[in-house]
């Protein structure tokens, strides 16, 4: 079995346990393999596994590796993890089923144009800055509320569920748990939120999908 199989199913058994460990038998996360920078011969083994979540941060490597490819397997979800600009909204409208980072009004007023000329809805997560770092991009969480309301009753937008990348200050669990209110707060379904080095912690307050990248296909160049 190639190496990032052998990673995904092992990360796959780590999750169930921990489910196990928290009592909460219904939690069903997702796992989206982040297959930025990886060439497609890596990704292959897991599509054919049965793998459907892959996620991509930029969007013209996304159109390089994922066109052709969704062509043959249309049953594959992608997903926009990487700051997405205004500029890309087309093209990304065009290639991805879900945008993790939806973080500004003029984004947004985009991205509900493009889905109009496309006849697409896609799936969107409002991206937090719940670490309030000014170097980061994401919705405040005193913005949270209005935000939401005028992506979804001004722009008919399909919100449903909110994400994070938090401080790298080993403190992941209080954001998480932070973040864990403002999904309830807002009445959403999906929380997005752990990497390689925190998705059991994001586990632990209910993350419903997490991004892992380096842990399936190693550290990259």
């Known amino acids: 079995m190639h190496n990032c199989l052998d990673n995904l ?12 460990d928290t009592n909460n038998v219904t939690q069903k996360p997702k796992i989206i393999a982040v297959t930025k920078t990886n060439p497609i011969e890596n990704i292959l083994p897991l599509i054919n596994y049965g793998h459907l979540d892959y996620g991509e941060n930029k969007v013209q490597e996304a159109l390089e590796k994922w066109e052709s490819i969704k062509g043959d397997f249309d049953h594959l979800n992608l997903h926009m993890i990487g700051k997405l600009q205004t500029n890309k909204v087309k093209q990304a409208v ?11 009004l003029k984004l947004a ?3 509900s144009n493009e889905q109009v000329k496309q006849n ?23 913005d949270i509320k ?13 919100i449903i569920g909110v994400m994070c990348l938090p401080p790298n200050n080993n ?26 080095n925190d998705y059991l912690d ?20």
Do not use: W
């Open 9 to 20: 199913i092992e990360i796959q058994k780590e999750i169930q346990l921990k489910i196990i």
């Open 94 to 104: 065009s290639l991805f089923d879900y945008i993790h980072s939806l973080d500004n």
């Open 109 to 111: 007023e985009k991205i």
């Open 120 to 142: 697409k809805k896609m799936k969107l997560f409002i991206q937090i800055n719940i670490g309030e770092e000014p170097q980061k991009s994401g919705v405040y969480i005193s």
């Open 146 to 158: 209005k935000f939401y309301k005028s992506c979804v009753e001004g722009l008919g937008l399909n």
């Open 171 to 196: 403190n992941s669990s209080s954001y998480f748990s932070k973040m864990k209110n403002l999904k309830n707060y807002l009445n959403l379904k999906e929380l997005s939120m752990g990497m390689s």
């Open 202 to 221: 994001a586990i632990k307050f209910e993350a419903t999908y997490i991004r892992i990248g380096s842990k399936i296909f190693g550290k990259r160049n």
